[in-house]
């Protein structure tokens, strides 16, 4: 079966750095997605890597390992607004989304 | 107005209530879809349309059922439903189906029902 695999739950610190890993099993791989979610809103897209390595974006890189079957999302310089969940998404060889059930990061002051 | 946008934001039914869900979008995009998303559960894709035509439907019971008017409106009808389907039901649109095509959500319709 196909799998994604990330953390429930993470807690920071406003100004540190946190990163959230995604391993996933799937038929196939046509890229990752990263998306952002706050509480009773729509999730918004954060990254998507196809390629191995890092891609910087601002405060937030989302790295990939295509033969490791693994991405993480690093979040740098946090701020209270960053509180949301992380959602880890996988387009498999059909083209179909396969969702991870998100990582929901507290970031306290 | 712009991206997707849904309403209503919440709903509370009964079991023997018929209700709808709407989803427009003002992308002009060519697929859209409904997700159903549960607490702690990776998100549930339902239903897929392209070009107004329905490609996938997931084993999704037959309570539910989508409606794709045009390319910018995406409809989810409800009725009978049981307490186990109260969830947060998410609109996406993307250009098109079947390629790495970032998908764009509406803020979700949360359904509760008693």
């Known amino acids: 079966g196909q799998n994604i695999d990330q953390p429930t739950e993470m807690t920071a610190t406003e100004g540190a750095i946190v990163q959230i890993n995604c391993t996933y099993q799937t038929s196939g791989f046509n890229g990752l997605f990263w998306y952002q979610q706050h509480a009773g809103e729509a999730p918004t897209f954060l990254s998507y890597n196809v390629l191995d390595g890092l891609e910087e974006k601002g405060r937030f890189s989302s790295f990939l390992s295509r033969s490791k079957g693994y991405s993480y999302l690093l979040l740098k310089e946090l701020q209270m607004k960053d509180s949301a969940s992380y959602l880890c998404a996988v387009l498999d060889s059909n083209y179909q989304l396969i969702w991870g059930a998100g990582t929901k990061l507290i970031i306290k002051p | 107005e712009t991206g997707v946008t849904q309403t209503p934001r919440h709903l509370v039914m009964g079991m023997t209530n018929k209700k709808s869900l709407k989803c427009e979008q003002h992308l002009g995009h060519n697929a859209m879809y409904w997700y159903k998303q549960s607490a702690k559960k990776p998100l549930e894709l339902m239903f897929v349309?392209?070009?107004?035509?329905?490609?996938e439907n997931n084993s999704v019971p037959s309570r539910f059922s989508p409606e794709c008017p045009n390319s910018s409106h995406l409809f989810l009808h409800l009725h009978t439903l049981q307490p186990e389907d109260s969830a947060l039901y998410l609109c996406?649109?993307?250009?098109?189906?079947?390629?790495?095509?970032?998908?764009?959500f509406g803020p979700g319709t949360r359904l509760t029902v008693l």
């Open positions: 349309y392209s070009l107004e035509e329905r490609v």
């Open positions: 996406a649109s993307s250009q098109e189906r079947g390629g790495p095509d970032t998908q764009y």
